[in-house]
């Protein structure tokens, strides 16, 4: 995904930091509202793999820091849930204005119940999805335990959660007694996707069932079993950005002719997590990677699986196209590919015998009544599909810098 860093002002005044994630081929096919949880920000691990995954479906995302938070402007301590709801607001219509209104919300935890909130005050959305989100943000005095007793009595009180301080006054914990959450939960209007690990210890299984029973069709409940709250593991978040991605589609409608790209453009992104590159496609977003014993991470196939791949496809579809054609009875086709380095003197039929020289393993499987001679044909039609030619002919690579290529962050 290619990130840029944008800053926006909400209603009072304050600067918030935000990030917004486009696909690779910067053409979204709808955009994504993200409201992260209570002590969490928008650069979060868990945050960043959702990202990733909803923009590898073509969805950009915009995550940014509540007032207070992380990089954004603001004293914590002067906000609550309600000012949370204010600055999800304020990001959708920057949203909105500056390039295209969310179809799609996303909160995590507290950001998610400030996310069904915020949902009714932000019409361009069609689809809300949350993530261990508690069913009455009161839920967050429980979490505050004795705390919540000194800042009733004493007004504010510094509080420790997850390793960070944060100084909360009453008028916090006062503004989450209005929320009446259950009345904007069932108003909502939107598909709702709700997430809950069973085994989430900070913010129970039961606010799901709460939610759940509280909220209209379209609704739908995927458990994350095994899952921390935080989404810790790697694995629980980019599920969640899988599910979503893919559950998303089916409310929003795509503008025709988004993230297409140039006609024919492959677009590749490397990052700083050693190999794994994104590739898109037009619409179609694959992962290329190096296994670990070489220091990849194993996300993705190698770019020479790529290869073998794109020449297995031609070689499948060409055998396909010319039997339709002849209309043989050709039920299947299975395209089995290798590859490895030799020695140039271990190859007895290659003109080159000095180095080392790249052997393609090729072996097709066709099902169907065919007689020899269809058999025989068809092994010959599989050396002239398209990427097999372009392998064994002159090829000119034309390669440049571009100019803009340090604008990507």
């Known amino acids: 995904m290619i990130t840029h860093r944008i800053t926006f002002e909400n209603n009072a005044g304050d600067k918030l930091s935000a990030r917004l994630d486009l696909p690779l081929s ?6 994504a509202l993200f409201a992260h949880c209570f002590t969490c920000s928008k650069n979060y691990k868990s945050v960043t793999n959702i990202s990733r995954a909803l923009c590898g479906r073509g969805i950009a995302v915009f995550r940014f820091d509540f007032t207070g ?7 914590f301590a002067d906000t609550n849930f309600s000012s949370n709801v204010e600055d999800l607001v304020a990001a959708a219509n920057f949203l909105g204005t500056h390039h295209q209104a969310p179809k799609i919300l996303v909160g995590h935890s507290l ?6 909130q915020a949902a009714s005050r932000i019409p361009s959305a069609v689809a809300v999805a949350t993530i261990a989100a508690p069913s009455d943000p009161r839920h967050l005095k429980k979490v505050l335990r004795d705390a ?9 009180a510094v509080v420790v959660l997850a390793g960070r301080s944060f100084r909360i006054k009453k008028q916090f914990l006062d503004d989450l007694e209005r929320s009446r959450m259950q009345e904007h939960i069932g108003n909502l209007g939107k598909a709702l996707l709700i997430f809950h690990s069973p085994s989430d210890n900070i ?13 209209r069709h379209p609704k739908s409940f995927v458990s994350l079993d095994r899952a921390d709250h935080l989404l810790g593991d790697e694995n629980d978040s980019c599920y969640v950005g899988e599910v979503v991605a893919a559950w998303g589609r089916k409310y929003v409608d ?12 492959v677009i590749v992104r490397t990052e700083q997590e050693r190999y794994r590159t994104e590739i898109a496609a037009g619409v179609h977003q694959m992962t290329a990677d190096e296994p670990l014993s070489v220091g990849g991470t194993d996300k993705g196939g190698s770019p020479y699986q790529y290869l073998l791949a794109g020449l297995g496809a031609c070689t499948s579809i060409t055998l396909r196209m010319y039997a339709d054609r002849k209309e043989w009875p050709l039920h299947e086709i299975i395209v089995r590919l290798s590859h490895e380095k030799i020695h140039a003197a271990d190859c007895e039929q290659c003109e080159t015998q000095v180095g080392k020289i790249d052997v393609i393993e090729r072996e097709i499987q066709v099902g169907g009544p065919l007689d020899n001679d269809q058999r025989a044909r068809l092994l010959e039609i599989a050396d002239k599909c398209p990427v097999h030619r372009t392998l064994h002919s002159e090829v ?10 340090e604008n990507a962050s």
Do not use: C, H, W
């Open 111 to 116: 950001g998610g119940a400030a996310i069904l």
């Open 203 to 215: 913010v129970g299984i039961e606010n799901a069932q709460e939610i759940f029973v509280a909220a």
């Open 69 to 75: 938070l992380g990089e954004s402007g603001g004293d």
């Open 26 to 31: 910067g053409k979204p096919m709808a955009f």
């Open 396 to 405: 000119v690579v034309r390669t440049r810098l571009r100019a803009d290529s």
């Open 254 to 265: 795509y503008p025709d002719g988004a993230d297409r790209g140039e006609k024919g453009e």
């Open 148 to 156: 919540a007793d000194v800042i009733e009595k004493s007004g504010e």
